[in-house]
């Protein structure tokens, strides 16, 4: 599938061919959600509210900043919430995730939230089940929020999210494989709220709420407490590495600091080796927290971690409230 994404946010002959199996794909998906909207396959409400953080497309739009930001909102207003994954790439399977996780056995994503230390993270590609085990070992739990699970109808939720890259947007606007949507556009109006990440509001009547991603401070990856800004780089060899669904949106990100930067683009969650980042004439590299915690066990000093956090619209976090104030009435 991966050689097919540059095809996705273009058109070309190519999707002549590959049209039929998007029509195919569109129609099982409408087959499967209406299945569970008339209860045919079984789906699971939990005994407090769902709030589901996911997309329409493949590929990284902020889910995991987003859900990471709600999570500290919701902790500071006295909740006490969890988050359940699906762990992409990972091998474990309704287990939690604790600081020692490797990536490989539960994710890089769950791993960057589990050292956020906000709130437990459990993960599982069967969602319902991992919450009930997360709820069992951690019965204070009043909200769940389910990290990328938008298409994940086995688990009943009192609040949709989409998060829709603002750059990218839908893409050439096909369904996999032709191209990068999972669902189509129209799946949007059935959404409790649409978060832009970066550029303007689009169109749709759903709610929408502006997000960016902000961040200007480094940390090395194996001295954490050692930080540095933009300015303590400037006049150095850098090389920057982002291996996640939209690299262009790190690299520019560090070019807005002031930065000249080598770019190295990855495929989304790759498994990196030393010999992959083994860059000449290097002084100082560059990563997302992605990235990082697939790369401790080989970095030197010369690796810094960016650390992002999201500016959101505060209604969002109102909504949101409102929303799970009604469970179970």
């Known amino acids: 599938m991966a050689g097919l994404e540059q095809y996705w946010y273009r058109k070309s002959p190519l999707h002549l061919i590959l049209r039929p199996a998007s029509w195919l794909f569109g ?3 409408a087959i499967r959600r209406a299945l569970y909207r008339r209860h045919i396959l079984d789906s699971y409400r939990l005994p407090m509210p769902v709030v589901v953080i996911g997309n329409i497309s493949v590929g990284g739009t902020g ?5 990471l930001s709600l999570a500290q909102q919701l902790t500071d207003r006295g909740y006490h919430p969890a988050v359940v994954s699906r762990g992409f790439g990972g091998t474990a399977q309704g287990q939690p995730v604790t600081e020692n996780s490797t990536a490989q056995q539960v994710g890089d994503e769950p791993l960057l939230m589990a050292r956020r230390k906000i709130c437990p993270v ?12 997360a709820l069992m070992a951690y019965p204070q739990c009043d909200v769940l929020l389910c990290d990328d699970g938008l298409q994940h ?14 750059a ?19 799946r949007l109006k059935t959404v409790d709220a649409i978060v832009v990440n970066g550029g303007v509001a689009i169109s749709c009547d759903a709610p ?3 997000m960016q991603l902000s961040g200007d401070i480094f940390h090395n990856l194996i001295h954490p407490d050692k930080t540095a800004r933009a300015s303590d780089f400037q006049g150095m060899r850098l090389h920057a590495v982002a291996g ?20 190295h683009a990855f495929a989304d969650h790759h498994p990196y080796r030393a010999c992959d980042l083994a860059f000449d004439n290097c002084d100082a590299l560059l990563l997302t927290e992605k990235d990082a915690v697939k790369c401790a066990a ?14 959101i619209d505060p209604a969002l976090i109102h909504h949101l409230l409102r929303k799970i104030s009604r469970h179970g009435s």
């Open 153 to 166: 109808y086995r688990l009943q939720r009192d609040m949709e999210i989409c998060v829709v890259d603002g």
């Open 27 to 29: 129609w099982l998906s």
């Open 298 to 311: 080989f970095a030197d000093e010369k690796f810094w971690v960016l650390r992002v956090d999201t500016q």
């Open 122 to 133: 459990w993960v599982g590609t069967d969602r319902a089940a991992t919450a009930k085990l």
């Open 63 to 67: 889910k995991t900043p987003l859900t």
């Open 208 to 210: 929408q709420y502006l």
């Open 168 to 186: 990218r947007r839908f893409g050439n606007g096909y369904l996999l494989p032709a191209g990068p949507l999972r669902e189509p556009v129209s």
């Open 244 to 263: 996640i669904g939209h690299p262009q949106r790190f690299f520019e990100h560090l070019k807005g600091l002031g930065l000249e930067i080598n770019p």
